[in-house]
């Protein structure tokens, strides 16, 4: 089972991305999916997730507003719009996975790792001054 992130690359503040997240292997269509990322230096952090049911979504404070976190289950792909860049989102961003279908959690479980099995390589996000 593979996660594969795609649509990084080098982009001008205040610029926009458009990153993807497709498996191979099984399908996650009725999985909570996420997107983290980890810049130089730093942890790796939270960025947005979406339920299994797309109907639910959770963000970051700081890409709240900037950020939107999509899902097309009949293609099997998890999607981040990245708008209004800034350096400070330059970043390696990786999707990830729950191995439980049709899971429901409470809301500060979205958050964290834990919940999460499956994770891509990570595509690179670049954001110039």
């Known amino acids: 089972v593979q996660l594969q992130a795609s649509g990084g690359g080098l982009v001008q503040a205040g610029g926009s991305l458009r990153l993807s997240c497709a498996a191979s292997?099984?399908?996650?269509?009725?999985?909570?999916m996420a997107w983290f990322r980890r810049a130089p230096g730093k942890e790796r952090e939270f960025v947005a997730a979406?339920?299994?049911?797309?109907?639910?979504?959770y963000y970051a404070d700081s890409v709240k507003g900037r950020f939107t976190i999509s899902r097309d289950n009949a293609k099997g792909t998890l999607y981040l719009q990245l708008n209004s860049l800034s350096p400070d989102d330059t970043a390696v961003y990786y999707c990830?996975?729950?191995?439980?279908?049709?899971?429901?959690?409470?809301?500060?479980?979205?958050?964290?790792?834990?919940?999460?099995?499956?994770w891509g390589q990570g595509t690179q996000v670049t954001v110039s001054s």
């Open positions: 292997g099984r399908t996650f269509s009725n999985n909570v």
């Open positions: 990830a996975a729950d191995r439980n279908q049709r899971r429901t959690y409470t809301g500060p479980s979205y958050y964290g790792t834990w919940i999460y099995d499956y």
């Open positions: 979406i339920s299994w049911s797309g109907g639910t979504t």
